[in-house]
């Protein structure tokens, strides 16, 4: 028999079983949020024998906290003697990682991102933890189009409270249901993970031993190539390709034949291609600037700089004009050379850390032209090149088709996992 139902009046929770409540959070949790030091003062902090201090960093969803990488100080202790949090007590990211809970393990601190809903007699914490991506529909979007919350929004967010045993009820079945959920998706993405494993070896034995079986070898000389085949010799990137560093973004400038015109920049260039082509964004060239900067289709384009540095991709099917700017350099073979060899190479390099090194990634990197020219680089022969390039583009395409399935897997697993829970905490699905 189907229960009584009611329109909560809510339009994000729909209708509620007739008996459940809705209303403001504050009207049913305790709440209380964290702080933060001046973090110009390292007497505040102390990491090794300091008092466990929460951030959203520590914050894995559904887990429980009894340790935290970052500690405060007895000094800070002293001083401001701020509230604890009760152990037991439900962590709620409302900052950067919006809506993350985890649980706390003992009594701890927390910093200011992270609100605490405090255990008391009239509320299961476990089925809060559930339903509360609702408080997330109160959330404000900031200019970047990010969710921000604040200790006012939450306390304001409505939220369905059923009666405590339902609500016992419904947290355990979501325990164990999503617990089974969880366990296919860690294995989906466990085998993402081993399908890069493997294109990443396959390319690594490609790039430096060639696809030609069984060879006689010798060293290069080189640590991050090993042993390639005998008859390979080893140069630098800059003897055999030609490198242009894109142009310094501009306004407009106030004198002069310009024009605006398309760009790549360094969030268009990956190793699994080039992205938004089609919304590039435009500033002003010179003729001289397009004619030296211009991209033409068969380019190599590499990253220079930040968190993508020697990311690289192949341009293929562009359509009219468009240029670099210089967080991108192009690559052009000077002579004889197949670029999505030189590609694979660099794949290869950034994979095993040599950008890291080379850059002294202690710092934003920067995978500069010159860096670029010094690159280490296998010469062979064209033919041989192309017979690489071709083995790698099949074999490569082959293992992305298998990564992207079990990636659609991991996004319906995902949807479902959160269809069942908006069903079960709105009452539209009962527990029996």
Not at 172 to 177: I, N
Request: hydrophobic share 40%; charged share 25%; aromatic share 10%.
């Amino acid at each position: 028999m189907s229960r009584a139902m009611k329109d909560s009046g809510v339009a994000w929770i729909g209708e509620i079983p007739a008996e459940w409540e809705v209303r403001k959070v504050k009207h049913y949790y305790q709440l209380q949020t964290g702080f933060t030091p001046d973090t110009k003062k390292e007497e505040y902090y102390d990491d090794e024998d300091g008092y466990d201090w929460v951030t959203i960093s520590d914050i894995v969803d559904g887990a429980t906290i009894t340790t935290t990488k970052k500690k405060i100080s007895q000094l800070y202790i002293d001083l401001f003697s701020p509230e604890k949090i009760p152990a037991g007590s439900l962590l709620y990211s409302f900052k950067l990682s919006v809506g993350q809970t985890a649980f706390a393990g003992k009594p701890l601190y927390s910093n200011e991102a992270i609100a605490s809903f405090v255990q008391t007699e009239k509320s299961n914490l476990r089925f809060l933890r559930y339903s509360s991506f609702l408080i997330v529909e109160n959330a404000e979007i900031n200019i970047y189009n990010a969710r921000i919350l604040n200790q006012d929004r939450i306390n304001n967010a409505f939220i369905v409270f059923p009666p405590l045993p339902e609500q016992s009820r419904i947290a355990a079945f979501l325990d164990r249901h999503c617990a089974e959920i969880d366990h296919v998706i860690a294995a989906t993405q466990h085998t993402i993970e081993e399908y890069k494993k493997l294109k990443q070896s396959i390319i690594t034995e490609a790039v430096t031993h060639g696809v030609r079986g069984e060879r006689k070898m010798k060293d290069s000389g080189v640590e991050w190539i090993g042993e390639i085949p005998e008859e390979w010799e080893i140069s630098r990137v800059g003897l055999h390709y030609n490198i242009i560093l894109g142009k310094m973004l501009c306004s407009e400038p106030s004198t002069g034949e310009y024009t605006l015109e398309r760009y790549f920049c360094a969030a268009n260039v990956h190793f699994d291609g080039i992205s938004d082509i089609d919304q590039l964004k435009e500033m002003w060239f010179s003729p001289a600037e397009k004619q030296l900067y211009q991209v033409l289709n068969g380019d190599l384009l590499v990253v220079e700089g930040g968190a993508g540095a020697g990311g690289s991709a192949i341009v293929t099917n562009l359509v009219g004009n468009a240029f670099v700017q210089n967080s991108i350099m192009i690559v052009r073979s000077k002579v004889n050379g197949d670029n999505r060899y030189l590609r694979y190479l660099i794949e290869y390099l950034v994979k095993q850390g040599y950008i890291d090194v080379v850059c002294n990634k202690a710092t934003i990197p920067h995978f500069t032209k010159d860096k670029l020219a010094t690159v280490p680089y296998p010469v062979l022969p064209i033919d041989e090149q192309i017979e690489i390039a071709d083995y790698l583009d099949h074999r490569c395409a082959e293992i992305d088709r298998l990564i992207e399935a079990k990636q659609q897997l991991l996004t319906q697993l995902e949807a479902y996992k959160k269809s069942v829970i908006y069903e079960y905490v709105t009452g539209k699905r009962e527990v029996v």
